[in-house]
């Protein structure tokens, strides 16, 4: 779509100050001086009446999209509309993994062009996301499963990805508390992408927040969408709890409520909302040092800087957009780490939380133009969003500003379940519960 | 955890059974056109609220039943073997 142009009395004078570059230097300064000198981070804004672009969601992907929207593509006048306050959905819920170990070729280059941005990001936003490529490793338990893994080690290597294989005592060496012959899934070995690891979640919402209010966002909380206005076959606005805020384009990046906001237009989507649970324990001392995860299961396990214990699971297998999880699930996840890692069986779990998950019909996720002119997702996310934030963000900026999909997400069309291009991810088939 | 009122089992857990999910969609008629088959295969409503599905009693009479479930509270208005005629919740229209 084109992005009708810019009034250049748009732009209003505001008394916020700006927070400044962080540095080392400055925390220095700042500590002398009784930390008094530290602003906030970014702009709380009411909202205008018409902007350019109104982004519906202030999660990482709402808040990345504005940020390249306005520092990369030109686009300033920009509205992040939040029904609460930013960072409290999926972004603040996940288990903070990143990787590109993806199995379709389409999906590996585009996160791990994603992984490339994540290496960057503190630079680029002067904001430390904790950024810790610590490796993720993948354990195999069967022949058919090592096969496997060698060809998505090839296909990965192929598009530029890093993978390593890992033999038994390797394995060992670098994990010394995983159990390899835990009985009835004995551990064969594993695949490691040594550039994968963890994110602190939260800071990825503030800081994307910050360097988006500072290029002159406006980010817009407690402003829930209740509708989308529509005229001559194209979108006008969305009305929200805080009146109508016209918009030349509106682009939807609210996750597990993709269905939801598309429905307010008519427009059905091929997705699924699932809820995905994460579990964290008592803080202990350092007891390991990568990202792990079960081949044997659905099971993915790091421990953060606090000393906790993060792990997770399987999706809950029914259509759900309670934001809490079943209690076999936990069961089930509790029982595949204490089999990879029978020491966990002494931790107690502190938290239990679940996101709703936007699981599409073929796992690939959806940077798409819908069928009304003007209206755009960036969405269907299925349980891979955390990690996607920053590729996600900046081809769905393109695709506002330059009216086409970025090369890296020419397979996320929504036009692919019509045109029978499904990239099937997981191989399941249209089954979002089987995923 | 979902305790579902199984009309051959009586009252079980979420365990026994397999989601089968969107009980309200419909296969088209033999000729009808592409777009009404990838609606079929691919598109759903995804209701934030009452839900029509189809669940699997895997552990137990492994007859198809189906649900009318609350997709945010889980409450469970009614079960049925397939070919029951459900009451749907008040306000819902079975399609």
Redesign the interface.
């Known amino acids: 779509m084109s992005v009708p142009p810019r009034p250049a009395d748009a732009r209003r004078p505001h008394a916020f100050r700006a927070s400044g570059r962080y540095s080392a230097l400055r925390l220095l300064r700042e500590a002398l001086g009784g930390h008094q000198g530290w602003r906030r981070a970014w702009r709380k804004a009411e909202p205008r009446k018409e902007y350019q672009v109104v982004i519906v969601g202030g999660g990482g992907h709402g808040l990345a999209t504005a940020y390249y929207l306005a520092n990369h593509f030109g686009i300033t006048d920009v509205a992040v509309v939040e029904k609460g306050p930013i960072g409290l959905g999926n972004v603040g819920r996940n288990t903070t993994i990143i990787r590109s170990t993806y199995y379709r070729p389409e999906n590996i280059r585009f996160y791990d062009h994603s992984l490339r941005l994540w290496e960057g990001l503190e630079q680029e936003l002067n904001f430390n996301a904790m950024v810790s490529q610590r490796g993720v490793v993948y354990t195999y338990h069967t022949d058919g499963q090592r096969d496997h893994m060698i060809r998505r080690a090839n296909d990965m290597r192929l598009a530029g990805a890093d993978c390593v294989e890992l033999d038994r005592a390797a394995l060992k060496a670098l994990i010394p508390a995983i159990s390899l012959d835990s009985g009835r899934f004995p551990v064969l070995g594993a695949f490691m992408q040594p550039r994968g690891g963890t994110v602190r979640h939260d800071a990825v919402a503030w800081g994307y927040a910050r360097g988006a209010s500072e290029a002159g966002v406006d980010i817009i909380e407690h402003c829930e969408v209740t509708g989308l206005r529509q005229a001559n076959g194209r979108v006008t606005g969305v009305e929200t709890t805080r009146g109508f805020i016209g918009a030349g384009t509106v682009c939807l990046a609210v996750a597990g ?1 993709s ?2 906001l598309a ?1 307010m237009a008519g427009i ?6 699932h809820a995905l649970q994460a579990f964290v324990s008592e803080a202990i001392k350092p007891f390991l040092d990568v990202v792990l995860m079960f081949g044997a299961g659905h099971f993915y396990i790091s421990q953060s800087d606090k000393g906790g214990m993060v792990f997770g699971g399987a999706i809950d ?6 934001q809490r999880g ?3 699930i936990a069961q089930e996840v509790a029982a595949e780490g204490v089999a990879l890692l029978p020491a966990l069986a002494r931790l107690r779990i502190l938290r239990q939380w679940a996101g709703v998950m936007d699981m599409t ?1 073929d796992g690939t996720p959806i940077i798409s133009k819908l069928p009304l002119d003007g209206l755009v997702m960036n969405g269907g996310w299925c349980y891979g969003g955390f990690k996607a934030i920053p590729a996600g963000g900046y081809t769905a900026a393109h695709l506002i500003a330059h009216g086409e999909a970025h090369p890296l997400t020419a397979h996320m069309d929504v036009g692919r ?2 045109a029978g291009l499904t990239v099937d991810e997981p191989g399941t088939g ?2 979002p ?1 089987a995923h | 955890m979902l305790r579902i009122t199984c009309p051959h089992c009586g009252v079980r857990d979420e365990v026994e059974f397999r989601y089968r999910g969107d009980a309200s969609v419909q296969r088209p008629p033999a000729d009808a056109d592409a777009a009404a088959f990838v609606a079929y295969v691919y598109e759903r409503d995804n209701p934030r609220g009452w839900h029509h599905e189809w669940w699997y009693h895997a552990a137990g009479c492994r007859q198809y039943l189906q649900l009318w479930r609350h997709t945010v509270t889980h409450t469970i208005h009614a079960v049925g073997t397939a070919t029951d005629t459900l009451t749907p919740p008040h306000g819902m229209v079975d399609r």
């Open positions: 409520h269905s939801h429905g059905r989507l091929p997705i699924e909302t297998a029914h259509n759900t957009y309670a079943t209690q076999w019909m379940f019509a249209p089954f519960w």
